[in-house]
């Protein structure tokens, strides 16, 4: 993939964190009580004795109140969100929110292009639940864009982010409303997560030059969405050209192009794909 194609992956991204934000996953804090522990082995002819619930942790006030004020912050202020994580983390290193600040602090680093500490702390909160939506759809995406072919871990990471992709799909066909979420909210975060999943396995498709594979995953990410992501149009119309759907891929380059910042690049690339269909022979009549 040019630098051209790199440069333009980057132009979007609040407009996607935007969205990434508003969380799914059920983490701590968010609805989901502590795992139970097993119940212990039994003798033949035992009953199974029954699991004993664990008690929960004494409640820290102080914990309580950091949390409830990084979680409110507002997704479009990452810088604060960044601090106020990280602040917590250093105080409360052991805290049972800690899945739900390394979920959030990956969205933020998402958004301050700090694509290290991003994938660091996606991959904390995957460790401590590994069907984190949220984290599973942002990473799938970004590290699908932001990895570079030729690099000594690239096929690593393109197998990284093709489960990922993979994962929070199936994930997101089960996933339940959390807790004071709106009906409309919910469909709406579900679509967006799906969108990225889906941009995420498509790219993947790039990559490894599966140019079909592709272009089915991106038409997805594309249709879930009322805006979708300009630069999924883009690629959506590379991946049309190289299968010479020349028509298809100058109309995605043109909705590409309704985005200011995404024009310059994407007008032209219509053009030209015009211009192919034109010069296409005419299939043979039946």
Avoid at 73 to 91: H, R, T, V, W, Y
Avoid at 239 to 261: G, H
Wanted: with cysteine.
């Amino acid at each position: 993939m040019n630098s051209k194609i790199c440069k333009a992956l980057g132009l979007t991204l609040m407009a996607l964190v935007l969205v990434a934000g508003t969380p799914l996953a059920q983490g701590y804090g968010q609805g989901q009580q502590p795992p139970k522990q097993p119940a212990p082995p039994t003798q033949p002819g035992q009953a199974p004795a029954q699991p004993e619930t664990p008690a929960a942790p004494p409640v820290n006030a102080e914990e309580e109140a950091a949390y409830k004020t990084f979680f409110e912050a507002k997704s479009d202020n990452p810088e604060l969100i960044m601090q106020k994580g990280e602040e917590f983390l250093k105080k409360f290193p052991e805290s049972r929110y800690r899945e739900g600040v390394y979920s959030k602090l990956a969205t933020a680093y998402w958004a301050l292009e700090d694509v290290d500490k991003m994938f660091a702390a996606g991959e904390k909160a995957l460790e401590l639940n590994p069907n984190n939506v949220d984290v599973l759809s942002v990473m799938a995406l970004v590290m699908s864009r932001r990895s570079q072919p030729g690099s000594l871990d690239f096929e690593q990471k393109m197998a990284k982010a093709e489960k990922y992709s993979r994962q929070a799909i199936t994930l997101l066909g089960e996933v339940q409303k959390p807790v004071n979420m709106t009906d409309e909210d919910f469909a709406k975060a579900k679509s967006q997560k799906l969108s990225m999943a889906h941009s995420g396995l498509g790219m993947v498709y790039f990559q490894r030059q599966k140019y079909a594979d592709a272009t089915g995953e991106f038409e997805q990410a594309t249709t879930l969405v009322p805006n979708a992501d300009p630069v999924d149009y883009f690629l959506l119309g590379l991946c049309l050209q190289q299968t010479k759907r020349f028509s298809d891929a100058a109309t995605a380059f043109e909705k590409c192009a309704a985005s200011p910042l995404m024009q310059g690049r994407c007008q032209p690339a219509a053009e030209q794909a015009k211009k192919q269909a034109a010069a296409q022979p005419a299939p043979p009549k039946p």
